[in-house]
C-alpha cells in the first residue's frame, strides 16, 4: 500500500516529527515492507534508537517477525543495542520467539562479544540462558566455539557463569565448553570454567 511505502521511507529517513504525525492520524505501527520488517525492526536495523522509541510509545509489537525470522528484540540483542535490548524487554519482548537458527537475542550477542548486552540478558528473570538452538549451542557454547579468547569474551563466559549457566550442555558432538575452550588453548576461559 501507497501510505505503508510512505510511512516505511519515513522511518528510513529516520523523520520523527513526520511518522509521529502519520501514527497520530492512524497510520499502522506495525506496517511492514516486501520482507516483512515492521517498521520498528527497520528502526533497529538502522540503529535509530530514538525513532524505535517513539514507535514504541505507539505500541509497536517488538516481536513481530520478518521474513528472516528477525525480529526487533532478536536483532537489537544481536547487534548488541543495549538500549533497545532494555526497551524491548520493558515492552513484553518474548523469549519463546527465535531466530533463524532458533537462536536467543543472548546466543548471537556473545558470539559477536556484546558484554553489555549479555550482562544485561543474561540477568533478566526467567530468560532462557541454557536456549539450545539449532547447531546445538548455548550461548556459553557460542562465545567459547565462534570467539576469539580474548578479554570481552572471558567476561562474557565469566557473566554467563555468574548468571548461573550450566557450565557442561554438550553439543551434538558430545563436547562441552570446557573441551572446547581446551582445544582452543583459551587459558583464561578454561581457568574460569574449571574454578
Known amino acids: 500500500m501507497k501510505e505503508d511505502k510512505e510511512l516505511i521511507a519515513l522511518v528510513n529517513k529516520n523523520n ?6 502519520a501514527l497520530k492520524n492512524g497510520a499502522n505501527v506495525n506496517s ?23 514507535l514504541v510509545k505507539y505500541k509497536a509489537d517488538v516481536n ?19 538500549e533497545l535490548v532494555k ?6 519482548a518474548r523469549f519463546d520467539v527465535f531466530n533463524r537458527y532458533s537462536g536467543s537475542a543472548l546466543i548471537p550477542a556473545c558470539e559477536r562479544g556484546h558484554v ?14 541454557d536456549h539450545i538452538n539449532r547447531l546445538g549451542w548455548t550461548a556459553l557454547m557460542e562465545a567459547i566455539v565462534l570467539g576469539d579468547g580474548s578479554k570481552k569474551y572471558q567476561q562474557i563466559v565469566q557473566i554467563l557463569k555468574d548468571a548461573g549457566a550450566k557450565l557442561d ?4 558432538d558430545g563436547k562441552t565448553p570446557l573441551q572446547h575452550a ?7 576461559i ?5 574454578s
Open 16 to 21: 520523527l516529527s513526520a511518522v509521529e504525525t
Open 32 to 54: 511492514t515492507d516486501n520482507n516483512k520488517r515492521s517498521l520498528l525492526l527497520i528502526a533497529t536495523n538502522n540503529g535509530h534508537a530514538e525513532m524505535a522509541k517513539l
Open 64 to 82: 513481530q517477525q520478518a521474513s528472516n525470522q528477525d525480529s526487533p528484540f532478536l536483532y537489537a540483542g544481536a547487534s548488541g543495542q543495549t
Open 87 to 92: 526497551l524491548f524487554l520493558d515492552n513484553d
Open 116 to 129: 553489555e548486552t549479555v550482562h544485561l540478558l543474561a540477568n533478566t528473570k526467567n530468560y532462557p540462558i
Open 169 to 172: 550442555i554438550p553439543d551434538h
Open 182 to 188: 581446551q582445544s582452543k588453548r583459551f587459558t583464561e
Open 190 to 194: 578454561v581457568n574460569i570454567l574449571k
